[in-house]
């Protein structure tokens, strides 16, 4: 009975230092990981600027100088300061005179696999919207990664109406149609093969603009006082 009791303590021991040692290695991985993460987060949150301000100055061309804005509880714009955080990223483009080039509108949604970032730009004097780039994707290559490169489709955003009428609401709501089915300038030509990605694209541009775009027009007007002409038809 002794030798079973010796043994039964000695396995004991043995599992007591087997948990031990797997708790500390838990341990250690988790610290490591942490650490790793502290260490590059400054870097990423970088490289994810620089790669911000680029598509700012690409989805707004004749851009050379940019200031955030927020979008307040009345639903009106406010400069953003540094450290400043709010869930509507908006950005001003203004020329070397300082006009107003447009806007940089963040915007996301859900698409085939995951959430989709983008950018868009509005330029206000001609109610269109006049570049598009995708920040974020990880829709399935060769596919719905087709939203970022083929050319038919980025072409749909050099001049996608988002005209307004009189009771400063969009005239019509951005949609995304089957591709070779565009007939109205406020329709996105989609993808074939990628339809759920491009279909997403409309559904997150359609949003935006329809809650937004009334609201940059404002800004854009109160500082540039340009009257609107009318659009109804």
């Known amino acids: ?36 993460f502290e260490l590059t987060l400054p870097r990423v949150q970088r490289l ?11 989805v707004l061309p004749g851009t050379v100088n940019t ?12 400069k953003m300061k540094e ?3 709010t869930e509507t990223a908006i950005y001003a483009g203004y020329d070397n005179n300082d006009n107003i080039v447009g806007y940089a509108i963040e915007a996301s949604g859900q698409g085939y696999a995951d959430i989709i970032r983008i950018l868009y730009g509005y330029e206000p004097d001609k109610e269109t919207l006049i ?17 970022e490169k083929e050319e038919h489709f980025l072409n749909n955003f050099k001049a996608l109406d988002v ?13 995304t149609v089957k591709q070779g089915e565009k007939q109205n300038p406020w329709e996105i030509d989609g993808i074939t093969g ?22 940059l027009y404002n800004h854009y007007k109160k500082n540039h006082q340009k009257p609107k002409e009318s659009n109804e038809q």
């Open 1 to 36: 009975m002794s030798e079973v009791a010796n043994m039964e303590t000695q396995n004991l021991a043995s599992s007591k230092k087997m948990l031990l040692a797997m708790v500390g290695i838990g341990i250690i991985s988790a610290l490591l990981i942490v650490t790793t």
């Open 48 to 58: 994810k600027a620089e790669a911000l301000e680029k598509a700012i100055f690409e």
């Open 67 to 78: 200031q955030a804005f927020g979008v307040n509880a009345n639903g009106e714009l406010f």
């Open 83 to 85: 450290g400043d955080k």
């Open 131 to 147: 570049g598009f780039q995708v920040l974020e994707s990880k829709e399935t290559p060769g596919l719905g990664d087709k939203i």
């Open 163 to 175: 005209s307004l009428s009189n009771n400063n609401k969009l005239q019509n709501k951005v949609i």
């Open 194 to 215: 990628a339809t759920i990605s491009s279909r997403a694209i409309g559904n997150i541009i359609g949003t935006s603009t329809s809650e937004l775009v009334p609201i």
